[in-house]
Nanobody, 123 residues
């Protein structure tokens, strides 16, 4: 199994910055993609950004040029640097990890989610 611990959310004024972190732990064999998703009240969860094990990144159009995703493979950690935040960025942000983990003596692939961290941007 894989556990994800998120940190870095909070309240910030429009134009400000926040940095989210998500550390994966447990009986990890390997991690493929890592990413961030968000869900605003009354809306569906949506992709924010992803990064592969090779470093390739993908961003939602709404955050391109403002957000940067990165990862530290040695620490099994993914980061989301959010600059020039807007009120419409307000949401609960969820970390997502595509990983293989030991389950007894078997390696199983799985899709894991963090508990979510609130980001609130005031106008």
């Amino acid at each position: 199994q894989v556990q994800l611990e998120e940190s870095g959310g909070g309240l910030v004024q429009a134009g400000g910055s926040l940095r989210l972190s998500c550390a994966a732990s447990g009986r990890i064999f390997s991690i493929n993609a890592m990413g961030w998703y968000r869900q605003a009240p009354g809306k569906q969860r949506e992709l924010v950004a992803t990064v592969t094990s090779g470093g390739s990144t993908n961003y939602a159009d709404s955050v391109k040029g403002r957000f940067t995703i990165s990862r530290d493979n040695a620490k099994n950690t993914v980061y989301l640097q959010m600059n020039n935040l807007k009120p419409e960025d307000t949401a609960v942000y969820y970390c997502n990890v595509d990983a293989k983990a030991y389950n007894d003596y078997v390696i199983r692939a799985g899709d894991y989610w963090g508990q979510g961290t609130q980001v609130t941007v005031s106008s």
